[in-house]
């Protein structure tokens, strides 16, 4: 009866109504392993001068949100009709040190101006500038122990995809132990690991949470160039489970999959 779907609605609207995160995986309420997510469409916060914008809140509900004296840019219709965030080698966004991040364990999604150099994102450990860090410096993906000691991997499809274009990344970090992989518009590295340094020993830290830049702030690690949306797991997602999350974001932003052009 009527009266029963209002007092079945009643009591379970909060989950039945739960939204979900990227591609339906996780949840944004915090409970789940979705524990950042950031888009240039909705969030943006503490609005500087030139279209600044110096604070983006997480939506994830983890409450990750990053922010600085330094924001970004905001860029109207930059990726299929959506915004995108110009940083310019000298901004950066930052959340404290949190237990979002502890497990050395990690899968984090980026869409990005292919051109873009420098630092995406860093996660490392508190109170220190790189140490058990997983970083996107350069197009590579890393993961990094400490001061020599690291384990990084490149994508074929970097030399190959236009300046102009936009792209989706997939970096998944300790899979294997210190293992690095990274999947470009949705196809997996075939380019092998390279380790520097000795052995590793990958620690389960809180970690900072830093776009555009490390927590080392070296000047030349600072970001040039498009971000439009950054989400990250404390686990490793199944393959399926990336799939869904890939596809979510190249329907949003019109981005092919499963080629390098």
């Known amino acids: 009866?009527?009266?029963?779907?209002?007092?079945?609605?009643?009591?379970?609207?909060?989950?039945?109504?739960?939204?979900?995160?990227?591609?339906?995986?996780?949840?944004?309420?915090?409970?789940?392993?979705?524990?950042?997510?950031?888009?240039?469409?909705?969030?943006?916060?503490?609005?500087?001068?030139?279209?600044?914008?110096?604070?983006?809140?997480?939506?994830?509900?983890?409450?990750?949100?990053?922010?600085?004296?330094?924001?970004?840019?905001?860029?109207?219709?930059?990726?299929?009709?959506?915004?995108?965030?110009?940083?310019?080698?000298?901004?950066?966004?930052?959340?404290?040190?949190?237990?979002?991040?502890?497990?050395?364990?990690?899968?984090?999604?980026?869409?990005?101006?292919?051109?873009?150099?420098?630092?995406d994102i860093a996660l490392c450990g508190e109170n220190t500038g790189f140490n058990n860090e997983f970083m996107v410096l350069n197009n590579v993906g890393y993961m990094h122990r400490s001061s020599g000691n690291f384990v990084t991997r490149s994508h074929q499809c970097e030399s190959k995809i236009p300046n102009d274009s936009a792209q989706i990344l997939c970096i998944k970090y300790g899979e294997n132990g210190t293992s690095v992989d990274i999947y470009v518009n949705g196809l997996k590295s075939t380019q092998n690991s390279q380790t520097t340094g000795s052995s590793l020993t990958y620690g389960d830290v809180n970690k900072l949470i830093t776009i555009g830049q490390r927590n080392s702030f070296s000047s030349s690690e600072y970001l040039e160039g498009m971000l439009f949306e950054v989400v990250g797991y404390n686990r490793i997602l199944s393959d399926s489970e990336r799939d869904s999350v890939e596809k979510y974001l190249s329907q949003k932003y019109k981005v092919a999959l499963d080629g390098c052009d």
């Open 1 to 119: 009866s009527k009266g029963l779907l209002l007092l079945i609605l009643a009591y379970s609207g909060p989950t039945l109504f739960a939204q979900t995160g990227p591609g339906g995986v996780g949840k944004t309420d915090g409970s789940t392993t979705l524990q950042l997510w950031l888009r240039a469409d909705t969030g943006l916060a503490s609005p500087g001068s030139g279209g600044v914008y110096n604070k983006w809140l997480d939506q994830s509900g983890a409450g990750n949100d990053v922010s600085s004296s330094s924001g970004p840019v905001h860029v109207s219709k930059a990726q299929n009709g959506l915004p995108g965030l110009k940083f310019s080698g000298s901004n950066y966004l930052q959340a404290p040190a949190s237990a979002s991040f502890y497990p050395s364990k990690a899968t984090i999604f980026l869409v990005r101006r292919s051109a873009a150099q420098g630092t």
